[in-house]
């Protein structure tokens, strides 16, 4: 990309994801399978590794389902790269997004190294479903091009994208963070200020706290009451279930960072959702949760 001058929207097309995880893999593919040329940074060797045959795995199965040709599989193929080094995919990054442990000390330590790493125009966006990009923007010399760009999970499959804007994120960078999650088939919707939980799982954590509380009162079990957001509400799954795809882990943490930052009673996080945590029953990720898995 050549430098934009202020206030125009600049044109993306190398995106470098940090964090090569459930979340980051799927963000590479999915800008890899758009056309841009991706890299998805991690630190560890063997979590590099298994993101990329996972990612190989998912390719494949794509072409032998006849939902991808072969062309446009080699072709996204092409465009995706997983690598333990940074410098040299900063140097050209047009965007960047964090996906990185959703740790403030970690994501702010990635922001300053990016701020130093990438050209002037590079947008840092911050998957984060727990901080507001301003809580990384002040640890670089650019907040105007930072932003949250949170995708859902499985990233490959989920059509939103929610861009928040803080106070001094600016229109180019909106308007190009848009475009890009656009031009990754996406629907963007934007927030024009931070709130906990933007606007998804703001709405998702109301059902899941009743689900918590129909289930610790003795009123169902979780499997029916699964089975009532699917078959009364046509949710494609239940809250339980969700919560094991999410990672109950991540969906702990969430809670208690918004606890932390309110400070009310409501927030904290569910005794139920407490217990699993501390047993380290994440989910799937773990193999059990409030299900078992294979
Ligand atoms: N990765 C990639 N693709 C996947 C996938 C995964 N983990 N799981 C399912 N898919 C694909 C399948 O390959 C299939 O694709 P195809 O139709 O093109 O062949 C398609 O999704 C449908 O899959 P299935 O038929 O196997 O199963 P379902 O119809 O039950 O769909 C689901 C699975 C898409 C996960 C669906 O159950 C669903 O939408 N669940 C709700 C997910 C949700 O609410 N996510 C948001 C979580 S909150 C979040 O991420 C925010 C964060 O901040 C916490």
Known sequence: MTEHPAGQTPQIRNIVVIGSGAMGRQIGMVAAVAGFSTTVQDVSEDAVRNAEQDMRTWLDGRVA??????????????????????????????????????????????????????????????????????????????????????????????????????????????????AVAQAMGKEPVLLNKEIPGFVANRLMGAIRAEALELLDGGVASLEDIDTAAKTALGHPMGPFELM??????????????HYDETGDEAEKPQRLLEEKYRAGEFGRKTGKGWYSYD
């Open 65 to 178: 389902k006849g939902r991808m040709d072969q062309p446009a599989a080699d072709a996204a193929w092409a465009n995706l790269e997983f690598t333990t080094g940074l410098e040299q995919a900063a140097a050209t990054a047009d965007l960047v997004v964090e996906a990185a442990t959703e740790r403030l000390d970690v994501k702010r330590s990635i922001f300053t190294r990016l701020d130093g790493l990438t050209p002037e125009h590079t947008i840092l966006a911050t998957n984060s479903s727990t901080y507001g990009s301003s809580a990384v923007a002040d640890a670089t010399n650019r907040p105007d091009r930072v932003c949250n760009m949170h995708f859902f999970n499985p990233a490959l499959v989920m059509k939103c994208v929610e861009v928040v804007r803080h106070g001094q994120t600016s229109d180019a960078t909106v308007d190009a963070v848009m």
């Open 244 to 257: 094991d795809l999410v990672g109950l882990d991540v969906t702990y943490l969430i809670r208690q960072a």
